[in-house]
């Protein structure tokens, strides 16, 4: 059975920092993993996807690394804003094991002006 | 494309009632999930068809729990006598097949209060 941690549970920084997020899965045969952003009471918005035999996938500030073998992937955000508050979730969709994604706990990030 | 939909966004429902959620996905999206949500907690996967076809079902989804999707394009989860456990976010999600990703894009989702 796949599990998916994500430390740490909760994060708070002061603005302008940069940050890392960590994803760890427990069976390397995964198809793709996503980085999710949710804010209080709302769904999931997509932020980035690595496919399994990608290394790393970037869009503006965000860079998601994936090390596969390891079980591992990383969310760097550069230069945090308050705008970034929100619950970042990661998750992965195993090989040949249907459609559904195997999501992580999520890291609650406050950025404080 | 104005994205996936679900309707309603909150539901208040006495302990022992029956509620159905609607779920719209992205025009022409084959494929469409269903997965819920407890507070603090990641969402995790209920149930998904591919156009009408019900193809995976997980245990959480148990006898009281029914899903349609009856001509491939809207779907509906209906909970029968609910318990106070059900209170949960309910997120629906849809992917086209024909992609190479298969990316999944998520609704706002159905909050669930049981009494």
């Known amino acids: 059975k796949q599990e998916v941690t994500q430390i740490p549970a909760a994060l708070s920084v002061p603005e302008g920092e940069n940050l890392v997020l960590n994803c760890s899965f427990t069976?390397?045969?995964?198809?793709?993993l996503q980085w999710f952003r949710q804010d209080p009471g709302k769904g999931l918005t997509s932020l980035l996807l690595i496919q399994s035999s990608q290394r790393e996938q970037t869009s503006g500030r965000l860079n998601a690394s994936l090390d596969k073998s390891s079980g591992r992937s990383t969310l760097y955000i550069a230069a945090s804003q308050p705008g970034d508050s929100a619950t970042y979730l990661c998750a992965v969709r195993r090989e040949n094991a249907g459609n559904m994604l195997t999501f992580g706990g999520g890291t609650r990030l406050m950025v404080k002006p | 494309d104005t994205g996936v939909s679900q309707d309603p966004r909150h539901k208040i429902t006495k302990r022992g009632q029956n509620v159905t959620f609607r779920c719209d996905p992205i025009?022409?999206?084959?494929?469409l999930y269903w997965y819920r949500q407890t507070l603090g907690q990641g969402p995790e996967f209920l149930t998904y068809?591919?156009?009408?076809?019900?193809?995976?079902k997980s245990r959480l989804l148990s006898d009281r729990f029914s899903a349609e999707r009856p001509k491939g394009s809207f779907s509906t989860l209906e909970i029968q006598r609910t318990e106070q456990g059900d209170s949960a976010m309910y997120l629906c999600?849809?992917?086209?097949?024909?992609?190479?990703?298969?990316?999944?894009?998520f609704g706002p989702g159905t909050r669930l209060t049981v009494l």
């Open positions: 999600a849809s992917s086209d097949l024909g992609t190479i990703y298969n990316e999944q894009f």
């Open positions: 068809f591919q156009n009408e076809a019900q193809l995976e």
């Open positions: 069976d390397s045969a995964i198809y793709n």
């Open positions: 025009s022409e999206h084959n494929r």
